[in-house]
């Protein structure tokens, strides 16, 4: 088993780097509006550090994605095996949560935790926010037997409603 400390730390860092690549070069949303990172001007340092689609697994929202300001609130995901479609029982589902677009604001709400399994593939984040506006849940799966590096290329951003 690994510190969460230390994952904490690596996650961090990654942070920070994707900062300097955002301010160094710019990002913008892709036209699906799937919240997820493109690089503009030809960098592709972010890219490098996190896939854009989760090589290894699937995550599907199978929740609202909007929420009440000040109260607790649970987003549901379903996590799949990308090859085989069944559901990831016993991976590690690690989440942040940032108040605005991906990558736009990196005022971080709290720190990174990890979501409740709650069986057969599901994973429950449960927060609360407490102003009303658009947040970016980063999500990061480790399947079971893969290393830690492994939540960099199965990473997603979820967009987060509070009302």
Known sequence: ???KFILIGIVLGVVALGIFAANSSGYCMTSQN???MQPMMGSDMMSGMMSDVPQDITIKIISSQQV????????????LDKNTKKPLGDAQVIVGIEKGSPMSTMNMIGMMFTAD???NGKYVVRFTLEDVGYYTLHTHVIPSGKSMHSMMNNHMDIGIIAK
């Open 117 to 119: 399994n709650i069986g």
């Open 34 to 36: 799937t919240g997820m």
């Open 1 to 3: 088993m690994f510190n």
């Open 68 to 79: 009440v300001v000040g109260k607790e609130s649970q987003i549901t995901l379903l996590v």
